[in-house]
């Protein structure tokens, strides 16, 4: 069906392979409308909890596909399909992982932090190399990374052309864990699992307030958590849970 992405759905977790490892899995536009067309889909399907990516072969995502970077024009660069759809990964109303298992690079780090939880193996490694091309990160290097490791690591990454090796990227917190690569689907099963246990509205709500809670003062912020708060408390899951709770059960959620 897909001809640069793979597809595999297990209990409720949707995993997303990106699936070019001849080119260590570099996007071109067409990768790119496949995961979008995919994320689309599964935003609807109340059968899909959780999304992952990985890649295929030895890297994770090596970033933009160089040819189709040498073929863009100024319109491409300012009407940017892949910061587009990092935002729809970012803003995707439910829990996303990222498994990187290889090399992170460009693009392919910029993939990962617009996932929600990024797991890692001994082998991962993340950089942004773009100013050696003549070029800066455009998908979110130089925004929601630097609100996950900070300013000064970021302007190392990119300035010096720092690379970070897995354990470093847990130091900084860029990623949740490092995990032994035989066992990285395993321990994303896991924690999507753990994810699946709460209540989806909860989740959505969570993570929409998180998302934003950078682009508003403290009081706003605040307001908006009070009012979507409020709605969270009207729905039926919220009196499962409580229900749940009382009774020493687990809880089933429906959404609603």
Not at 141 to 153: D, F, H, N, P
Not at 160 to 170: V, Y
């Amino acid at each position: 069906m897909f001809q640069y992405i793979k597809v595999e759905i297990e209990q409720g977790l949707g995993w997303i392979v990106l699936n070019r490892p001849e080119v260590f899995n570099a996007f071109n536009d067409e990768m790119m409308e496949e995961i979008s067309q995919v994320l689309l889909q599964w935003e609807k399907d109340p059968d899909i909890k959780v999304v992952a990516f990985r890649g295929e072969g030895k890297a994770f995502a090596s970033g933009r596909d160089i040819q189709s970077l040498q073929a863009m024009t100024i319109h491409d660069a300012y009407n940017p399909l892949m910061q587009k759809l990092y935002q729809q990964v970012y803003t995707f109303p439910k829990v996303t992982f990222a498994a990187v298992n290889g090399y992170a690079l460009g693009g392919g780090l910029e993939l990962a932090v617009s996932c929600d939880i990024r797991i890692a193996t001994p082998r991962a490694k993340f950089a942004l190399p773009e100013c050696k091309l003549g070029v800066i990160p455009g998908a979110g290097g130089t925004q929601r990374l630097v609100r996950i490791i900070g300013e000064a690591r970021v302007k190392e990454l990119i300035f010096l052309g720092d690379m970070l090796k897995a354990e470093e990227a847990f130091q900084v917190g860029l990623v949740k864990e490092v995990v032994p690569e035989e066992n990285l689907r395993e321990r994303v099963k896991q924690l999507a699992q753990k994810v699946m246990e709460k209540a989806p509205i909860s989740i959505q709500a969570a993570k929409m307030l998180v998302n934003h809670s950078h682009d508003v003062h403290l009081g706003m912020g605040l307001l908006l958590e009070n009012i979507t708060s409020s709605y969270v408390f009207a729905t039926k899951d919220k009196e499962e849970g409580v229900q749940a709770f009382l009774e020493k059960r687990s809880p089933l959620f429906q959404g609603k």
